[in-house]
């Protein structure tokens, strides 16, 4: 019996740093915005964390991409 | 088409019954968190996971080529093993979903196989290691790594996200689940509807209908697509409720943790060709992100009859597999019998399943969810709610609100050991 302990490692690595990584940088864009909600609510604004915010959004659209990518273009 | 015999027309209705009851039943999985989340309506959740499912089923025909070319011998394989395992398969997702607990569909049509294989030529036609590398290992290992990778994502989102709780955060959450639900939708759909496009080649070509080696044709991808989206769109309610409420109580945050390890642990698994089944990598991801947060609760108990469901599902549908080739063996009145079977076994867990109705306006009442004992003990502080009065089996199980699942397979009443 042999078993795929490599591929295995891998996704479970892949899994863990990807995921924690998405959720991490999801988590980081949510704060940007919940900033500037507060920001507006005392008139000011928050461009700097808005930027951050949609930077870690798009780099979450892209991974969404890759997925699908990955689903249409199975190996 | 020219040499379409009955049995080849049975089988492809069974193989499409069955790509019904996939989708039926694993639309908790990309779901169930969508829908207790309060993220998305049930009904436009389910429309959604079905319109990505059919998507998914257009988008490669890989998955089924693996299945019709070269798992199997061609040669060897006769329509009526095909049938029954596919029997085994139906019985085992339909009394899962009855007793409202996620278990793994491939795991169920791969126990079908294997004992309607064994029925017919012996246990030597098994690959031993395959199975344990194929479906023992994988079962053991998806909510594992799911699991771990949201509960960790869960934690360092707290962590860093502190008690943001406004507008912004609220609609980001439910955005972000929508999204990662979506791909689990779209792997789904890619994977399990093409299984049944594989099996329905197989036996197309076992049948003698077309050439060996052929990709599946177009009417078999497009009704394949069609009964998994309508299977996704009818919604197996019990074991959304069971994943999205059952097994604990989750936050828009810990839903979309839970969600993007589910999607992110399934994309990763089949590129990396480490098949993980879709329902265990998302029941782990789901605790997972209920261990991640502080104060979260797993249901163990829940978890437990989960776990044993899993480790039944390749048994119980090998046997009635086997059972059910050893009956078609007999001759074309064998197999009538087994037709007359699967659809009066089918139509009686349908009947049992209205005495008490889960659907999409009661999927994720507070009144309908499960209550575990050890959850029970860790609430005890607050007054247990009246017992249930539609239930008159309630009485019989300390529990103060007990489920479906729960009346029809009374819970251990075991003493509360793990609360995390």
């Known amino acids: 019996m042999k078993i795929d302990w490599a591929a295995l490692g891998s996704v479970f690595g892949v899994s863990l740093a990807f995921t924690v990584g998405l959720v991490a940088l999801f988590t980081l864009g949510v704060n940007g915005l919940s900033r500037r909600e507060k920001a507006a609510a005392q008139g000011g604004s928050a461009a700097l964390a808005v930027t951050g915010a949609y930077v870690c959004f798009a780099a979450c659209a892209a991974a969404v991409a890759y997925g699908i990518y990955l689903i249409v273009a199975k190996p | ?420």
Do not use: C
């Not at chain 2, 050893?326 to 074309?332: A, E, K």
């Open chain 2, 1 to 420: 088409m020219e040499s379409f015999s009955l049995i080849l027309a049975i089988v492809v209705v069974t193989a499409l019954a069955f790509d019904f009851t996939n989708g039926f039943h694993d639309t908790a999985n990309a779901m169930a968190t969508t829908i207790s989340t309060g993220a998305l309506k049930p009904k436009v959740a389910v429309a959604m996971s079905a319109a990505l499912n059919l998507v998914g089923a257009f988008l490669s025909v890989e998955v089924a080529n693996t299945i019709s070319k070269g798992l199997v011998d061609e040669n060897g394989i006769r329509p009526e093993v095909i049938f029954a395992a596919l029997t085994g398969a139906i019985l085992w997702n339909l009394l899962t979903w009855l007793v409202g607990l996620p278990s793994s569909s491939s795991h169920a049509l791969m126990g079908g196989l294997v004992g309607a294989t064994v029925a017919s030529a012996g246990f030597g036609a098994v690959h031993g290691d395959m199975l344990v590398t194929k479906v023992l290992l994988p079962a053991v290992a998806a909510p594992i790594v799911a699991g771990l990778a949201a509960m960790l994502a869960t934690r360092f989102s707290y962590g860093i996200g502190g008690k943001a709780d406004g507008e912004a955060t609220r609609k980001g959450y439910r955005a972000g689940q929508i999204a990662s639900a979506g791909l689990v939708s779209l792997a789904h759909g890619t994977n399990d509807a093409q299984k049944t496009m594989g099996i329905i080649t197989l036996a197309l070509v076992a049948g003698g209908a077309i050439a060996p080696g052929s990709n599946p044709p177009t009417w078999v991808i497009l009704s394949a697509g069609l009964a998994i989206a309508l299977g996704t769109y009818i919604g197996g309610w019990r074991i959304i409720r069971t994943m999205g409420k059952g097994l604990t109580d989750l936050e828009p945050r810990q839903g979309f943790a839970a969600q993007t390890s589910a999607a992110t642990a399934i994309l990763a698994s089949s590129h990396l060709g480490f098949s993980l089944s879709t329902t265990h990598v998302v029941s782990g991801s789901v605790m997972g992100a209920g261990l991640g947060r502080k104060g979260g609760v797993v249901r163990w108990s829940t978890a437990t009859r989960m776990f044993i469901a899993w480790a039944l599902t390749l048994p119980a549908a090998a046997l009635v597999g086997a059972g059910a080739e050893s009956v078609t063996d007999l001759g074309d009145w064998g197999t009538a019998v087994v037709a007359v079977f699967l659809v009066g076994a089918s139509a009686t867990i349908w009947k049992i399943s209205r005495r008490e109705v889960v659907d999409h306006t009661n999927v994720v009442a507070d009144t309908a969810e499960p209550a575990g004992v050890v959850t029970t003990a860790i609430a005890a502080v607050t007054p247990p709610p009246a017992g249930t009065v539609a239930e008159d089996l309630s009485a019989t199980i300390p529990a103060p609100a007990v489920t479906a699942a729960t009346a029809t397979d009374p819970a251990p009443a075991a003493p509360p050991a793990a609360a995390v």
